[in-house]
């Protein structure tokens, strides 16, 4: 009798445990999903869903973001009403944008306007991001590797591309340099060094290997060079993200192509003690980000992944142009707006150039 | 650490908090449909090679499943209108189907062995179907709570599925794998390794609760 009672207070305590943790975590679960999709509440106003499209106009013209975004006043008439029931649109991106914070930046403050509109960002290369948005699982991308979006604008998978931001490839590698391409003139002829010092056992090279933008942009280079360093045991193929091929290159002293900003991030956090920034110079590395449509999104999606997209591309100044500069001394992306014929000119070269 | 902890403390409840709600509910969902798998082989015979294929079902590769699944759910897939890709349903529908060999192959050895010892001699003395099934249950609850556990275990600590049909989504679809295998990626290891710490004590958890009823019920 003593057994069988201790028998079955046992259990009971097994199986609460497991119905404790269960309804904990459904109870946090909605508590904070229904505190997240309560409307914004900022300092200086407050939004609730049942405001009119032109009530909210006024109120961001008037207070808080006259500041910030300055042309929102003509623009925001274009934009369609925040939506009385949430919206979820999920944005496939490329990692480097997202990493750096700049993506979450964004979506929050387009919540301060339409705080309905749930945006969900899948991080991956832009090769997977592209290939999301043909299986129709992404209602937008943010991408940069100009060869691939012709492609996928060639396939009739992405429409309504606009360059949002640029940046710079750089060459970071191991601060002694045992290839010398600190002082080369220009990136082949660095990839070039990369490959001698490589074959001479002095330099290791990591690769993305992951067909992202920087991965395609890698790959071009060396096409350039006309060398092939694939399967040579220097040249590894990380498969990983940026973030992580810099935690590698530094672990292992190596060489690798990055994003600059990325490599910002990182380097001012104090995580590369053991590589720094070697090249970065040239047209040739420049890192253009477009933002594309997804054509078979749902027409209802649709709507608010175009408001987004807009407001991203007309607010770059305010938003990207500002975005990293103090914590980092300098921003991490520079606006496109003003070099926009400039940047579509040099988007269209690589494009072609495969 | 204690600043860490300021830093992200929002952030690490929610994730944990949701982890254990889609692996807790993916465990009882896949507990209400194996239970019944489990019993119907328990009470056939002949039945070795269904129950070996399902028991080498039970270490299926999570990405693997993953994978299909995201075929399944993705929008140009068959299941594309539920629009369920890259919500925590999905995960919890993956998981469930994951953990489905374990408890089913777990349970049904507790459930064969409580039908040899009890099955024939409760129809002998005039119990019916239902009643029988009744009881076999629960002479064998022990095992099959084990059986749970283990599956919640298994459900907690995935990371395949949860990656690819999940997406890792910020405040939507990261659990506790996924928010690691992040952290990893992005250089911040502190964080990743106070995930780590979670997701361990809550697996050690369960894995204690499991040691001490099997030592108790030799199961």
Known sequence: MRKGLSRSSLIMYVISIILVAVASGAIGYYMSKSASSGGFTGPTYTYTLTRTHTQVYTEVSTTHYTKTISSISTLYTNYPPPPSTEIRIVISTTTSLYATGLLDYLASEFNKIYPNVKINFVAVGTGAALKIAEKGDACAVFVHAPNLEQEYINKGVIEYGRIIAYNFFIIVGPLDDPARVRDTPNVVEAFKRIYEAGEKGQAIFISRGDNSGTHVKELSIWNKTGLNPRGRPWYKEAGAGMDQVLVMTNELKAYTLSDIGTYLKFKKEGRLPNVEQLFAKGADLINIYSTYLVKSCPENIKIYAKAFLDFVYNNQKQLIGTFGVAEYGAPLFNPAIDKEKELACMWLEIARGG | ?219
């Not at chain 2, 009470?43 to 590769?61: A, H, Q, T, W």
């Open chain 2, 1 to 219: 650490m204690g600043k860490i902890l300021e830093q992200y403390y929002g952030e690490l409840v929610d994730i944990t908090l949701r982890s254990l709600y889609v692996s807790g509910v993916a465990t009882l969902l896949a507990f209400s449909w194996s239970i019944f798998i489990a019993y119907f082989l328990a009470s056939r015979e002949r039945v070795e090679i269904i129950s070996s294929i399902i028991e080498s079902l039970v270490g299926m590769p999570t990405v693997v499943l993953g994978l299909l699944l995201y075929f399944l759910f993705s929008r140009s897939g068959p299941l594309g209108v539920l629009n369920l890709l890259y919500t925590p349903s999905a995960i919890i529908i993956g998981e469930s189907i994951l953990v489905t060999p374990i408890i089913v192959s777990a349970s049904f050895r507790v459930l064969r062995a409580a039908l040899q010892t009890y099955g024939e001699f409760a129809l002998s003395i005039g119990a019916t179907r239902i009643q029988t099934m009744c009881l076999v249950f629960r002479e064998s609850y022990p095992g099959i709570i084990a059986a749970i556990i283990m599956a919640f275990s298994r459900a907690i600590g995935e990371l395949g599925v949860a990656f690819m049909v999940g997406g890792n989504i910020k405040g939507y679809t990261r659990v506790l794998t996924t928010a690691i295998a992040l952290g990893v990626s992005k250089g911040e290891f502190e964080s990743s390794i106070l995930l780590g710490l979670i997701l361990l004590s809550i697996m050690i958890i369960t894995s204690v609760s499991l040691k001490i009823i099997s030592r108790l019920y030799r199961i």
